[in-house]
């Protein structure tokens, strides 16, 4: 019993006279916080109509009056907040709120990119040149034009199909390899 008076009267003893104990900081900042927000843009004019988005241990939409809002009353903790204006890159930041002072949060928003501009339209298409004639199309069969043009001991043998002014049809018929060749004002398909 002594032991604890003694304890007591040392703890009494430590408190000058008049003079209330300390109380614990953890009190000051478990209380609601208090985030002070100003927008701004790279030149420092202040930027309204933002979108403030809070997400935390508490939600909250506002939007800012003159580059500035204040969100009271917030319990303590870790938020994301996100910035939105027309006309500006979107942000991100992520703030812890305490209890005490307000917190200053401070933002610049960057200008958003002029958008490309768009591609020119297309070129209209170009009027149609002479077409083929007027000849008829022609159906032929094609195993009975080779047995009366046949290669016979040719070692090749080419016979014309049919032409337009866009190109031409031809047959070849060969003994040995078609020798590998370019042409370079046309296409060849085989």
């Not at 988005?53 to 009353?73: C, F, K, S, Y």
């Not at 077409?131 to 009366?148: C, N, R, W």
Request: proline share 13%; hydrophobic share 35%.
């Amino acid at each position: 019993m002594h032991i604890t008076g003694l304890v007591l009267a040392v703890l009494l003893a430590s408190t000058p006279a008049g003079q209330e104990p300390r109380r614990s900081t953890t009190a000051r900042t478990s209380g609601p916080a208090t985030l002070a927000v100003r927008v701004t843009d790279p030149a420092g004019t202040p930027i309204g109509g933002v979108k403030v988005t809070l997400e935390g241990p508490t939600h909250r939409d506002v939007r800012t009056e003159q580059g500035r809002i204040a969100l009271e009353n917030l319990p303590s903790g870790t938020y994301r907040m996100r910035f939105e204006r027309d006309g500006f890159v979107t942000l991100e930041r992520e703030v812890v709120a305490r209890g005490g002072a307000p917190i200053d949060v401070k933002v610049t928003l960057t200008p958003a990119p002029e958008p490309p501009a768009p591609p020119p339209p297309p070129a209209a298409p170009a009027p149609p040149t002479a077409g083929p004639s007027d000849a008829a199309p022609v159906l032929l069969d094609l195993p009975a034009f080779i047995e009366k043009n046949y290669i016979g001991r040719e070692p090749r043998k080419v016979s014309a199909l049919g032409c337009t002014d866009e190109g031409m049809a031809t047959l070849i018929q060969l003994r040995d390899p078609l020798a590998e060749h370019a042409h370079a004002d046309s296409d060849e398909y085989l």
